[in-house]
């Protein structure tokens, strides 16, 4: 142990046994053998090169959100991505993966660019983002991203749009255990001030019934429309135009609002928000996640698939 503590601090700041739960949105989480923070791409490849060459495991961490991590306790080395790059060149914002998304939409609105207002507001970094082509409101990643530069297995390579398998809340990132995103191009649009902070404003504002409890953002993903089995003509025309159905709006509907399983539980304020209430465990959760699922399927006939990452017990 003591070998590696001294490997792992030629790359970044290190810290042992770290409670998780101090680190994710949700505070929930036990601790990490080995904490280590990277503020430099060229650093963070040779760590990973070096952990990839010893075969040592390793989770990266970005901003913590979008995360339901494990009770027990992790005996690898967890990354949290602290890179801090941001380019704008015209239309074009080159993006280092620890940059907080709130970062580069304060960068878009001030530079009159549009092509992340539905980011406003979502917690996490740009590498999270892209690596779960995060989205809001029929809007995603995707629909604004250039290039990808990524650590694969050693190599670093630039992947174009089309190769990143983007669909709706994946990825090959998402898919591929040693694929770290570095580095992202974005491509947006010009547009006026007055247009760009005005729908982040209406955005901003329609988060504001978000819960205020500890939790990983929305839980579940959307319902694609042409997966509803049910009649679509009764469905309400925004759900038509977006073209999913809102998991959120499944759950309340089957009045699961408040419900709880010790200190988890389904926000009162958001259906497809699942809160930490106090101490709430993984398992707590896992146990709403199930009951939540059966409910929906029971009255709709969908399965609801988690968006958010949820680490295994290894």
């Known amino acids: 142990m003591n070998e590696l503590y001294k490997e792992l601090k030629k790359y970044g700041e290190v810290k042992t046994k770290i409670p998780l739960s101090k680190h994710t949105t949700f505070q929930i989480g036990g601790w990490a053998e080995f904490f280590i923070e990277v503020k430099e791409t060229e650093l963070l490849i ?7 060459s010893e075969g040592v495991e390793f989770f990266i961490l970005g ?3 979008n995360l339901l991590w494990i009770d027990q306790n992790f005996s690898g080395v967890v990354i949290k991505i602290a890179t801090s790059g941001l380019k704008l ?8 993966a620890g940059v907080p998304l709130s970062l580069v939409v304060n960068l878009a609105v001030k530079n009159e660019l549009s092509g992340l207002e539905w980011a406003v507001g979502i917690p996490g970094t740009l590498g999270g983002a892209v690596r779960g082509n995060a989205g809001s409101m029929g809007k995603s990643m995707a629909d604004c991203i250039q290039k990808v530069f990524v650590w694969v297995d050693g190599e670093v390579k630039e ?10 809340r994946e990825s090959i990132f998402k898919s591929h255990k040693n694929m770290v995103v570095l580095k992202t191009t974005l491509k947006l649009e010009k547009s006026s001030r007055q247009e760009v902070s005005s729908v982040v404003a209406k955005n901003l504002g329609n988060r504001k019934n978000f819960p205020k409890w500890p939790s990983a953002g929305s839980f579940f993903k959307n319902i694609r429309l042409e997966n509803w089995p049910q ?20 759950i309340e509907n089957c009045g699961l609002k408040g419900f709880r399983i010790g200190d988890a539980g389904v926000s009162q304020e958001h259906g497809n928000f699942l809160v930490n209430f106090g101490s709430a465990t993984q398992e707590q959760v896992l146990q709403v996640v199930e009951e939540v699922q059966k409910k929906v399927y029971d009255k709709y006939g969908v399965s609801l698939e988690p968006e958010v990452q949820i680490v295994s017990s290894r």
């Open 46 to 52: 040779q760590l990973l090169d070096f952990l990839n």
């Open 63 to 65: 901003g913590g959100s």
């Open 89 to 96: 060149k015209e239309e074009f914002v080159e993006v280092e």
């Open 159 to 168: 992947y174009s749009k089309a190769e990143c398998g983007f669909g709706y």
């Open 231 to 250: 009649e679509k003509e009764k469905l309400p025309d925004l759900f038509i135009s977006r073209g999913t159905v809102p998991a959120g709006w499944l």
